[in-house]
């Protein structure tokens, strides 16, 4: 079975056992501020006269945030039965509409939408097709808006590795990770991005909330990402890509 359609195959199935119940991933206190931050960019960025496409959208986890916005929101995804979960546990937002559809072949005409945004999704498709696919339907002064993991530091490659002979996600993914070359590629066909960096020790913070607790834990998490700033090792980035070429 090819990576794609395993990948496909684990969303359908998550999204059959979650039922109508809203997905609510249990993320550690620690892990929250890239996701944050990533919220506040669409808040502070998405108004009602904009049209959004949300590629990989999964079941839905960041979807209600660009909803909540008033833009008009178009979530795709390769798995059909996250779609149908997405439609049913946010079916209320008239602003919805969801298509089946893979990142690396967008169905739609050149510079159509104002915003693309993706909330964890990069490493699903192929890093230069996805690029070329974002940059064509963006209208021109349009943004890319994105939370994602990095491919750098080796904890974190070598646990992704262990998942994988876990059988808990397929090597396409490892492989797809984004790394900072290919924030530089989207500087260069874009023409501004900005980036920040999360979780360069993120690795000590499940050991480190058993002796201080898990408030003071993401606490000092987020205070060593400011201080270090060390790209390399960070965990999650996000990313706001202007196309202004």
Known sequence: MKDTEAEKLRYDKRALKQGDTPYKEKIAAWHLTPIQKYNEL???NLESKHKVLEIGAGTGNNT???LETGAQVLATDVSLESLKYINRTLGEFK????????????EFKSNSFDFVVSAGSLSYGDNDLVMN???RVLKKDG???CVD?????????INRRIRVFMRQRSKLTVKNMPTLQLIQNYEAKFGRTKAYYYGSFLWLMPILSLVIGKART???SNLIDKVIKAKKLAFK???IVYKIK
Do not use: G, W
Request: no cysteine.
């Open 133 to 135: 696919e974002i940059y």
């Open 237 to 239: 980035f996000v990313l």
């Open 218 to 220: 993401a606490y000092f």
């Open 149 to 157: 993991s990095l491919n750098h530091n080796p904890i974190y490659r």
């Open 95 to 106: 602003n919805l509409k969801t298509k089946l559809m893979d990142m690396q072949e967008l």
């Open 64 to 66: 209600r945030i660009l």
């Open 42 to 44: 669409i808040t502070e």
């Open 143 to 145: 943004k890319f808006i």
